[in-house]
T-cell receptor, first 115, second 109 residues
Framework: GAGVSQSPRYKVTKRGQDVALRCDPI?????LYWYRQALGQGPEFLTY????????KSGLPNDRFSAERPEGSISTLTIQRTEQRDSAMYRC?????????????FGPGTRLTVL | EDQVTQSPEALRLQEGESSSLNCSYT??????LFWYRQDPGKGPEFLFT???AGEEKEKERLKATLTKKESFLHITAPKPEDSATYLC??????????FGTGTRLTVIP
């Protein structure tokens, strides 16, 4: 069946612009996670949702970053007033379970480049 | 401060040459230790979860073990298709994953 999809796959933007990254989880998956991965590093947790409720946003670097999942399915990660240090791969994962990170299925990621 | 350290950073093996990857952790309230495989350009793919010291899990040529301070991923008679970056991650009481930087494994035919 269809896996986790993310769009766009690549995004190049100018410093100061806002960007919105979309994640389409596997149908029926309860939990949705956002990670950021710098080149050569492991994925760094940002935030996660169970259904539409944001459970933990402790990994969001600052208040320019926000995420929503209004209907408990598709999620959007928004970065306002982008800065060059925001350049990274942003990965989304979904899980059929609520409350535990086991068996997360990752999407292909969105490569964000801020000029 | 919670830390997850993986070694070596990179490992080259001949096909059939068994070896182990190390993941050392210092976290408070470890709830689980996870191993992932990541191929270039792809998201991490879940391999194993270990919850308590002494636990072992196997999948094909891979076996993961856990002690109170570290986890090992043993690769027996690896094949070129095992080439990937292997990530370990700890789950803390905050219910999220804290990843190490990974070991890049190359298996040469």
């Amino acid at each position: 069946g269809a896996g986790v999809s993310q769009s766009p796959r690549y995004k190049v933007t100018k410093r100061g612009q806002d960007v919105a990254l979309r994640c389409d989880p596997i149908s029926g998956h309860v939990s949705l996670y956002w990670y950021r991965q710098a080149l050569g590093q492991g994925p760094e947790f940002l935030t996660y949702f169970n259904y539409e409720a944001q459970q933990d946003k402790s990994g969001l670097p600052n208040d320019r970053f926000s995420a929503e999942r209004p209907e408990g399915s598709i999620s959007t990660l928004t970065i306002q007033r982008t800065e060059q240090r925001d350049s990274a791969m942003y990965r989304c994962a979904s899980s059929p379970l609520a409350g535990g990170p086991d068996t997360q299925y990752f999407g292909p990621g969105t490569r964000l480049t801020v000029l | 401060e919670d830390q997850v350290t993986q070694s070596p950073e990179a490992l080259r093996l001949q096909e059939g040459e068994s070896s182990s990857l190390n993941c050392s952790y210092t976290v408070s309230g470890l709830r689980g230790l996870f191993w992932y495989r990541q191929d270039p350009g792809k998201g991490p793919e879940f391999l194993f979860t270990l919850y308590s010291a002494g636990e072992e899990k196997e999948k094909e040529r891979l076996k993961a073990t856990l002690t109170k301070k570290e986890s090992f991923l043993h690769i027996t008679a690896p094949k070129p298709e095992d080439s990937a970056t292997y990530l370990c991650a700890s789950e803390t009481g905050a219910n999220n994953l804290f990843f190490g930087t990974g070991t890049r494994l190359t298996v040469i035919p």
